[in-house]
Structure formats: C-alpha cells, structure tokens
C-alpha cells in the first residue's frame, strides 16, 4: 500500500525520488512509474580512507613534526643561556666596578683614615696606648681600603702599619726595633704620597 503512494509534485527532470513513504520512485520525466527502491542513508555510500594511502603520510608527518618541537626546544634553551650568561657577565662587571674603588678615590681614602686616627713617632716610642690603639685601627682601615682598592701601593702602606703595631705589642722598649718599623712606615707613605699617613 505504501509503495502506491507518488509525490504530488513532478520533479523537472528524469530520476530517483522520494515519494513520501521511505521509498524511492522513479520519474520517466512525464510520469511517475511503478519502479520504486529502498532509500540508501547517505553514509553508505560515503567513501573509506585507504590504509595504503593515508597511512604513510600520518607516519612520515610524525616523526617530522616531533623533530621540529625538539629542534624549537633546543634552540630556545640554547638562546636563552647565551642571554642568561651576558647579562650574568655584565650585572658581574657592574657590580665590580661598584664595589671597587679608583685609585685616587683609595688615596684620598687613605688620607682621612690617616687623619681619623692620629699618631705620633714620640708616642709610638714611648709605647703610650693611645698611639698603639690608634696604629692598630690605621693598619685595619688602610687594609680594608687596598683590598677594595687593588692598589699595591697602599697594601704595602697598610702591611708595613700592621708591622709596626705588632712590634708595639710584642717589643715593648725595644726602641731600635721600634724606629725601624716606623721607618718603614714613612717610606710605605712616601711612595703613594700619603703624608698624613707617616709616623
């Protein structure tokens, strides 16, 4: 009964077409006829991927694209340590010559510690505490300011300070010992031209 049912309305050209009960009918281009067929889904006919041809691509792509993301991967850590290392170089050198001081800026360092900390060839002779105290403190300050510094001048001035406030302790009235010492400091000042800084 189903299969006698035809659409109402005749399509322009000859073919297959529904006719309104799940079946297709055939239209001759001037009349239905009574050829009728079962109606395919569309997903039937739709066509399958062949192993053979796709496959291989899929397989070729792979490994390609894996090379790509790891050579992405290498370079960028490649770049970013070459970064990492110049501006670990250059916040060094910064820091460097922050913390370090010119030579003339250690002289006149120099200068003010000497003067910070009096002393006085007659003192140190005596062995009066005062002039000891104060040779001690000249020979710590002036080594922290050659270490600062790099200068070798003003290390020898420092070293040959620390000299003499050691014989000081360990001397005593040992005054030829003693005046050595100081001579060896006054030579130290000479030589970085620190006059404030002799005995």
């Given amino acids: 009964m189903l299969r006698s049912r035809r659409p109402t309305r005749p399509p322009q050209r000859p073919g297959w077409y529904p006719d309104g009960s799940g079946w297709l009918r055939y239209y001759d281009g001037t009349s239905w006829t009574e050829l ?85 060839t007659r003192g140190l002779l005596a062995g009066e505490g005062t002039d000891r105290t104060a040779s001690a403190d000249r020979a710590a300050a002036l080594t922290e300011l050659a270490a600062e510094a790099h200068a070798g001048g003003l290390a020898a001035l420092a070293q040959a300070w620390s000299s003499l406030a050691v014989r000081l302790v360990s001397s005593g009235r040992d005054t030829a010992s003693l005046a050595a010492a100081i001579a060896a400091v006054d030579h130290a000042a000479a030589a970085v031209r620190v006059p404030s800084c002799r005995a």
């Fill in 36 to 120: 009728v067929r079962e109606r395919l889904v569309l997903a039937e006919f739709r066509p399958q991927p062949v192993e053979s041809d796709r496959a291989p691509r899929a397989r070729a792509l792979r490994p390609r694209y894996g090379l790509r993301v790891v050579s992405v991967i290498l370079a960028t850590l490649l770049v970013g340590g070459l970064v990492l290392q110049l501006v670990a170089l250059t916040l060094s050198a910064r820091l460097g010559d922050a913390q370090s001081l010119r030579p003339t800026q250690a002289l006149v360092g120099a200068r003010q510690v000497c003067m910070a900390h009096p002393v006085t």
